[in-house]
T-cell receptor, first 110, second 114 residues
């Protein structure tokens, strides 16, 4: 499984945008970029995924670099409920399993 | 997306005993996944459970320690056998619901071995 690198922790303020970076320099052409988050005392939940183009959904946006070696998860207006560990994961096109790295622990200040 | 019911939500067990964790999904799925999350750590995949065949275990995990059953397309169990304090972790099950919904996870079983 291709490896991703994320900062161990980040901090932001409520109602401000948050940009969570992820490096995946060994990504292959068929790897999807997935983001999950784990709120305290809960299982992980799906946030967003993409292949080449930037993606938007109701939770977040995903900006993918042109060379696909990095990506950024964007929370447009952070709330206290967004405090969680965010995982950036590469999943091959034919792969069935999800392999987690260490993730970024996001703290939101009121 | 899928609703996963995982039981028990937590348990405290004596060393040397076994605990069976149940995972029920509200719709049929081909594969179910079992993870372990040790305190303060990320998730580690234990095994993939297919209905009608033996589970596929990841490196470092063996069937004798973590036997898995998958009797139908909506249910699976993971047993943690001959427990020691090092088995104290959160155990989670997960299913894949398609690219639009990704993977759904149960809320986990918090196991403490004393």
């Amino acid at each position: 499984d291709a490896k991703t690198t994320q900062p161990n922790s980040m901090e932001s303020n409520e109602e401000e945008p948050v940009h969570l970076p992820c490096n995946h320099s060994t990504i292959s052409g068929t790897d999807y970029i997935h983001w999950y988050r784990q709120l305290p005392s809960q299982g992980p939940e799906y946030v967003i995924h993409g292949l080449t183009s930037n993606v938007n959904n109701r939770m977040a946006s995903l900006a993918i670099a042109e060379d696909r070696k990095s990506s950024t998860l964007i929370l447009h207006r952070a709330t206290l409920r967004d405090a969680a560990v965010y995982y950036c994961i590469l999943r091959g096109q034919g792969a069935q399993k999800l392999v987690f790295g260490q993730g970024t622990r996001l703290t939101i200040n009121p | 997306s899928a609703v996963i019911s995982q039981k028990p939500s937590r348990d405290i067990c004596q060393r040397g005993t076994s605990l069976t964790i149940q995972c029920q999904v509200d719709s049929q799925v081909t594969m179910m996944f079992w993870y372990r999350q040790q305190p303060g750590q990320s998730l580690t995949l234990i095994a993939t459970a297919n209905q009608g065949s033996e589970a596929t275990y990841e490196s470092g995990f063996v069937i004798d320690k973590f036997p898995i059953s998958r009797p139908n397309l909506t249910f699976s169990t993971l047993t943690v056998s001959n427990m020691s304090p090092e088995d104290s972790s959160i155990y989670l099950c997960s299913v894949f619901r398609g690219l639009d919904y990704g993977y759904t996870f149960g809320s986990g079983t918090r196991l403490t071995v004393v």
